[in-house]
């Protein structure tokens, strides 16, 4: 079955600290991956993608994301987060059928 | 660049009553989407057209129409409100390709009395 897992609802960090936020996906075919941040009372806005290439990708803002087909992850990191990174991230996946598969999402919560 | 615009951005309405939410983008894309996000939970399609004559249900579309009137134009329906139902729809857009990145816009944020 195809589907998203981002396993942590809430990740609460330092600012300045580095972060990590969760994502792995379950699909037999190859991935097509993305990234999304959500504002409080926005819509969602692309953070970054990966389709091929180098597993490493860099985004919007300093982030990154790495693929890795072996753990069937595709976690995003940034080495120093800011109070304005406060928000919603999800992570979704590229069926071919124009559709994407959604994660539930992750809360990052910045402590000053 | 471009911008999708949805009105209205606050529906009220009454159980039972027929609810249509609009929704425009600028980008010229060819593919438009219809989600809603309910209250910590990812995103759910409920509509969407890959071109200006299609349609296509999502896992959602129960309890909800759709028309494309214009390429840069996607309309939604609730044909009949629930009471207590509260969530947030989302427009989005793309190229006509089946992996593309989504565009959206800010959202309407639906409450039924």
């Known amino acids: 079955a195809q589907s998203v897992t981002q396993p942590d609802a809430r990740v609460t960090v330092s600012e300045g600290a580095s972060l990590q936020l969760r994502c792995k996906y379950s699909y037999s075919a190859t991935p097509y991956l993305f990234w999304y941040v959500q504002y409080p009372r926005q819509g969602l806005q692309l953070l970054l993608k990966y389709y091929s290439g180098d597993p490493v990708v860099q985004g919007v803002n300093s982030f990154e994301a790495e693929f890795s087909k072996s753990n069937s992850s595709f976690h995003l990191q940034k080495a120093s987060v800011h109070w304005s990174d406060s928000a919603v991230y999800f992570c979704?996946?590229?069926?071919?059928?124009?559709?994407?598969?959604w994660g539930s999402g992750t809360k990052l919560i910045i402590k000053p | 660049g471009g911008i999708i615009t949805q009105t209205p951005k606050f529906l009220i309405g009454q159980e039972g009553q027929k609810l249509t939410l609009k929704c425009q983008q600028n980008f010229n894309h060819d593919t438009m989407y219809w989600y809603r996000q309910d209250s910590g939970k990812g995103l759910r399609l409920i509509y969407y057209?890959?071109?200006?004559?299609?349609?296509q249900k999502g896992d959602l579309s129960e309890g909800y129409d759709a028309s494309r009137e214009k390429k840069s134009s996607f309309s939604l329906t609730v044909t009949s409100a629930q009471k207590n139902e509260m969530a947030v729809f989302l427009c989005?857009?793309?190229?006509?390709?089946?992996?593309?990145?989504?565009?959206f816009g800010p959202g309407t944020r639906l409450t039924v009395l």
């Open positions: 989005a857009s793309s190229i006509r390709t089946g992996y593309a990145e989504q565009f």
């Open positions: 979704a996946l590229s069926r071919s059928n124009y559709q994407l598969i």
């Open positions: 057209s890959i071109t200006e004559n299609d349609l």
